[in-house]
């Protein structure tokens, strides 16, 4: 399985378009390096791939991936796996229109969020949406088998009456039959629980919501696990190193945006990784 991480940077991308910190205004001057929206591409035979959310910069990294290429005659891209109903990770479905039989996978509240958008995408190519939750998991094209897991999150903002729902939040774990390869994708999550132990201890690489190293950076509490402290992912990933363990999904706030940070330090003397985008893995 190859997977690559086309975005790795939370909601806004880095630097965001309308904020003037000093890490934004670092990487506006090349000094740390850019990222866009966490979304990522996985593929068991490099024929077919699958992305794992879509987001508002899809065009630009489709582009830039050679791999993803159409020709000769359709794209490559098979479908989406929707990890929730998060604007950054639906925002490219409206890029991504216009291919019949396109398949997206979500969990019901999310395909339930995202009704009118359905709707209104199916009129350029009808998709097929699919539950991502379906008993047993599902096969994707190219020889792999994903299952969805629900997590700890919160319903999207946007969603009127935001239904109290277990399952806002998938985890996806990604199979390749043929080398047995796993992928843990778990890009947003607001709490450690002990099913992310049993998901990651099986699992090759896993990549993990790395939004905020510490809890205070965040401007909603709780809607993100911190990296750092005794309740932190970093702790929770140090019982687990078999796994090649990866942060995706930081924000501006975020000390391991910078290679030369203590954080980063500390993170990688844990033996996690923080990669640029195009960052590619072979499981
Ligand atoms: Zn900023």
Redesign the pocket.
Known sequence: MRVVLLGTAAGGG???WN???????AARDGKLPARTPECAAVTGNSRDWWLLNASPDIRARLTANPALWPGPRDTPVRGVLLTDAEADHVAGLAVLRGTAGFKTYAAPPVLAALAPARAALDRHAPGEWADSLTEGGFVLSGGLVATAHPVAGEPSAYVPGRANDHRWVTAYRIEDLATGGVLVYVPRVSAWTPMLDDLVEEADCVVLDGTHFTADEATQAGRHLPVSGPDGSLSALTRHPQARRIYTHLA??NPLLDPASAARTQVSEAGVEVLPDGAELVL
């Open positions: 880095f630097p965001r904020c003037a910190c000093a890490r934004c205004a501006d706030t």
